[in-house]
């Protein structure tokens, strides 16, 4: 059964756990325009920086990470969303526990 169906109510929150000494990743959609990804990460987990080639949208759902886009560093808490823009290196590391929802569209 997949994960995320069409014309049925979720809470993103309620669709993963976080992970013991981990991240977890469920794709929530995936088609030749982009993507959306729901992450959770266990605290002190993160994402080595890295670049991609469209402009990516976090989203917190729970929790707290410091983003670094090209270097600067930006605390985000549930609620907060930012865009990291194309190409620029990004990172990212929990803070505590933390679930985001990850939105990348292709130009």
């Known amino acids: 059964m997949n994960l995320f169906q069409h014309s049925e109510i979720f809470r993103f929150d309620e669709r993963v756990s976080y992970p013991n000494g981990g991240v977890v990743s469920r794709q ?3 088609n030749e325009k982009g993507n959306v990804t729901l992450f959770a990460f266990d605290k002190g987990e993160g994402l080595s920086e890295h670049t991609a080639p469209f402009d ?3 989203q917190v759902v729970d929790g707290h ?3 670094y886009i090209g270097g600067k560093p930006f605390e985000l808490y549930s609620g907060d969303s930012i865009i990291m823009p194309a190409n620029i290196p990004h990172s ?3 803070t505590e526990a933390f679930k985001m929802i990850l ?3 292709r130009a």
């Open 56 to 58: 990516a949208l976090i």
């Open 65 to 67: 990470a410091t983003v």
């Open 28 to 30: 929530v959609m995936k």
């Open 103 to 105: 939105t990348m569209i």
């Open 92 to 94: 990212l590391k929990a």
